[in-house]
Every structure is written in C-alpha cells, then in structure tokens.
Nanobody, 126 residues
Framework: QVQLVESGGGLVQAGGSLRLSCAAS????????MGWFRQAPGKEREFVAA????????YYADSVKGRFTISRDNAKNTVYFEMNSLKPEDTAVYYC???????????????????WGQGTQVTVSS
C-alpha cells in the first residue's frame, strides 16, 4: 500500500499551464503503475493518464493527448503531471492513483487502482 498526496492545483486562464505532483510514501512505490484521474462536478471519475513502473510507458485519454504529460521519479517517490494548453473543460478535481500490476500493465479503469490521493482542484477560466 502507498499513501498519496497531490499538490499543484489552482486557478489558471485558458491556454495556461499547471504542474501537478503526487508524492508517495511506501518502499514499493517503484513497482506501482501510477495514474491520474479527474472528476468534474456532476460527472463520473475519468481516466486521464497512466505510466507503467517498468519502461515508463505512458498512456493518455484522447482528450488530453498532446497537451498533458505524465512522468515519474522513483528516486523521489513522485509522479508529475504537466498540463499545457489548458481548456475550461479540463476543470475538475484531479486524483493520483496507484495500482500494483504486472510488468508493463496499465489500466484506464478506476476500480483497478487500490490507492488514491485526496485530490487537487484545477480550475480553468475562459
């Protein structure tokens, strides 16, 4: 099990950028697939991006591909989420999540992730 704490959310104008961080505690962080999900008011939680723990392969939702970048630094037990060209429809609470999966596996399904952060609000004004 890992404990996750997100930071870096805030208010930004459309076209702007934000960088989210997710600090993890636990000695096995390096063996967890990490994901970012988001939930807007009145909507279900949706997959945004994920990164494997071997090979650091990345996966993105079509809505953010080319604008957002997920990365990880296992030495710092941290996952980063660089968000560029933000749009008002990106407004949501962003959650960091961890899942213990087989080598190279990744999931876009929230139920596959066992550990979650408390979330950080991202608001994009038009």
């Amino acid at each position: 099990q890992v404990q996750l704490v997100e930071s870096g959310g805030g208010l930004v104008q459309a076209g702007g950028s934000l960088r989210l961080s997710c600090a993890a505690s636990g000695r096995t962080f390096s063996t967890y697939t990490m994901g970012w999900f988001r939930q807007a008011p009145g909507k279900e939680r949706e997959f945004v991006a994920a990164i494997t723990w071997v090979g650091y392969r990345t996966y993105y939702a079509d809505s953010v591909k080319g604008r957002f970048t997920i990365s990880r630094d296992n030495a710092k037990n941290t996952v980063y989420f660089e968000m560029n060209s933000l749009k008002p429809e990106d407004t949501a609470v962003y959650y960091c999540a961890a899942a213990f999966m087989a080598v190279g596996d990744v999931s876009r399904v929230a139920a596959s992730y066992s550990d979650w952060g408390q979330g950080t609000q991202v608001t994009v004004s038009s």
